[in-house]
């Protein structure tokens, strides 16, 4: 019964109209207890609906003409259509495009583009610099410089998990590569078949999904940007201490793995220093935890 609800449900996403034309051959067979000939519905339906119900294996031989397959199954895939269940338009995708930033999501990328100067700025630099030093000044003063960037790749992993798991709506983008699949697998059917209507419905299907990467972009972006307002300021910090005479950090080299000891500012990976290195090893690390610890997902299934 599963398989043919599939081959039907399959044939009505693939034409609307084919949920009508399924529907006149259940009725003239009286729900699946009688035969049905071309000549009984040839008035309601194309020999093309007709000819695919045949293809896909729904109307099967019979002693005089055609039967269903399984009339409990169309019945079941008719029923379940009619209330929207197999469209692939459904309200949930609909809505990735509905997704809008409030003002104050506006206002913290504005921010975040601008604190982005200060890594080429010193003026910038300095005055983010030493208004985060306020409150890092005192926690790096009684810890060495590698535990507090520890501690601040915990926090910036904790919010950031926080922010995407409040922020993203996974059922949206669930749905909308949902439908991704649907489209690509019935496109790949009906090649195969060589439906060139079918294929070409598709195409206008395929072209209005791709529309919804907008939608898309934007609901997997509006975390991002609340994490670089609050992960730059400390970046610049960690950047101002390190490389601007504001005196040397304590201690004065660390020891990564694979790399040994190392200053604060040698490069280790390409140009990137090893306190960049530190806090991005660090950061992986404390956000998987944080991720598992808190059973958050930050990715659609």
């Known amino acids: 019964m599963a398989r043919t609800a599939q081959k039907v449900e399959s044939l009505i996403a693939e034409d609307a109209?084919?949920?009508?034309?399924?529907?006149?051959?259940?009725?003239?067979?009286?729900e699946g207890s009688d035969e049905v000939e071309w000549s009984d519905v040839s008035d309601d339906i194309t020999s093309g609906q007709w000819g695919r119900m045949i293809e896909k294996g729904i109307l099967v031989d019979g002693d005089r003409g055609f039967e269903l397959a399984d009339p409990d199954a169309v019945g079941s895939a008719l029923d379940g259509s009619s209330g929207g269940t197999t469209s692939t338009s459904s309200t949930d995708v609909d809505d990735v495009e509905g997704t809008t930033w409030s003002k104050w999501d506006k206002l913290a990328a504005v921010a975040s583009i601008g604190l982005f100067a200060g890594y080429s700025i010193n003026s910038v630099r300095n005055v983010v610099g030493?208004?985060?030093d306020v409150f890092l000044g005192p926690v790096e003063s009684t810890l060495p410089f590698y535990v507090v960037i520890m501690i601040l790749a915990m926090l910036t992993g904790l919010y950031s998990t926080l922010l995407q798991d409040n922020l993203m709506n996974m059922e949206k983008m669930g749905a909308y590569q949902e439908r991704m699949k649907?489209?690509?697998?019935?496109?790949k059917e009906a090649k195969e078949r060589g439906d060139e209507q079918a294929m070409e419905r598709i195409r206008e299907e395929q072209m209005e999904a791709m529309g919804d990467q907008a939608g898309m972009f934007k609901e997997q972006f509006r975390p991002m940007v609340w994490t670089m307002f609050i992960t730059i300021p400390v970046f610049l910090w960690m950047y101002w201490r390190i490389s601007d005479k504001t005196g040397s950090v304590l201690p004065t080299k660390i020891v990564l793995p694979f790399v040994g000891e190392a200053g604060w500012q040698t490069g280790v990976i390409g140009p990137m220093q090893a306190w960049i290195v530190w806090y991005f090893l660090c950061s992986m690390a404390f956000t998987q935890l944080i991720r598992k610890a808190l059973n958050i997902q930050t990715t659609p299934t």
Do not use: F, N, P, W
């Open 182 to 187: 649907d489209i690509q697998k019935r496109q």
């Open 130 to 132: 030493g208004a985060v």
């Open 17 to 30: 109209a084919m949920a009508d034309a399924l529907s006149v051959v259940y009725e003239h067979t009286d």
